[in-house]
């Protein structure tokens, strides 16, 4: 079957580190390359995070570095969640890879400039590149056949009562995004919230018993203490966000999603960063994103389970 060209930008982060597991353990993608944003933590660490879940899933692909801060504001990390490394928890391998020499700006451009074929663009951390691309290059725009992203939300917010991380990082980068004209699927707290893992299926993906699967459930393992104790309406289960930007290319049917008009909020004394999705079409403006908001969970754990047990 042919494989789904994709680039991948994160800022790992452990469910970004799941996500490039399902990512590259899946088969399904050709994975053009990974850059990485700031936004879990300092770009010098989410770079140097991204090294070292390649290096430990032994994934040979090029490395872009990317901004160091958002477009206009100052940058915000979420080591609330994520610890002081971005990915505390297990002991990961020092990384054997370097990362390119060229931005991440650049390297997409370049990428997308020699390919005859249209390229996926996949962000699960701030927009910055992803916008600051769209703006330095807007000839290659066409080139971009979608951007599935996980950020934003419906009905809820992580930073502020409304305005998810991703999103609310880097306001303006997510309002040129959504403005530009390529189709976007998001996938926002309202079906992230739904994809949860709980300590049984973490077990299960420690019984792998390759080192991605050990890795992986000490990843969930840290990442689950923020949620049992601020989200206990999730009965003990963590949201796993990033990876449903990648199981909805996989598996799209695995979703229930509705092709809304999406705005974001950037100068809201209260709303600021907030995805303002126009769910019953109210304003009669064409929709230009696709909004998922559900997902059958069963399957999503099994599907991070077949990727990652087909890892080292
Ligand atoms: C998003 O914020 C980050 O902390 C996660 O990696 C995810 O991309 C969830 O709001
Ligand atoms: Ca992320």
């Known amino acids: ?22 990512a590259f353990g899946s088969e399904k993608f050709d994975i053009k390359a990974v850059t990485t944003s700031a936004g879990n933590q300092t770009q010098e660490k989410t770079l140097n995070n991204a090294l070292k879940i390649l290096t430990l899933i032994g994934a ?21 969640v994520h ?3 971005g990915l505390d928890g297990p002991s990961l391998p020092k990384p054997n890879i370097n990362s390119e020499s060229i931005s991440a700006v650049e390297g997409i451009a370049q990428i997308l400039q020699s390919s005859k074929e249209k390229i996926i663009l996949v962000p699960t951390g701030p927009l910055t590149n992803i916008a600051t691309f769209l703006l330095a290059y807007p000839h ?18 992580n930073m502020t009562p409304l305005a998810e991380f991703n999103i609310f990082a880097d306001p303006e980068a997510a309002h040129l995004v959504f ?21 049984k299926d973490i077990e ?8 991605s699967g050990t890795a992986a459930a000490d990843l969930m393992d840290f990442f689950s203490i923020f949620y049992r104790s601020n989200r206990t309406e999730l009965d003990g289960g963590a949201a796993l966000h990033d990876p449903c930007a990648i199981a909805w ?19 809201g004394t209260l709303t600021t960063g907030t995805t303002v999705v126009d769910f019953y079409n109210v304003t009669g403006k064409e929709a230009n994103t696709e909004v998922v908001y559900d997902i059958d969970r069963e399957r999503y754990i099994q599907l991070l389970h077949d990727a990652i047990s087909r890892l080292p």
């Open 1 to 22: 079957m042919k494989k789904i060209p994709i680039i991948i930008d994160c800022d790992p982060g452990h469910d970004d580190a799941l996500m490039l597991m399902l």
């Open 60 to 80: 040979k692909v090029p490395v872009y570095r990317g901004a160091e801060k958002p477009l206009f504001r100052n940058l915000i990390i979420a080591d609330h």
């Open 83 to 85: 610890g002081e490394t």
């Open 140 to 157: 290659l725009k066409d080139k971009i056949e979608r951007i599935s992203l996980m950020g934003g939300g419906i009905f809820r917010g």
């Open 179 to 199: 403005k530009s004209g390529v189709p976007i699927t998001m996938c926002g707290l309202d079906v992230t919230h739904k994809a949860l893992v709980f300590q």
């Open 204 to 211: 299960l993906l420690r019984t792998i018993g390759n080192k």
């Open 249 to 267: 290319l996989m598996e799209p049917d695995m979703f229930k999603s509705k092709s809304c008009f999406v705005d974001v909020e950037i100068n």
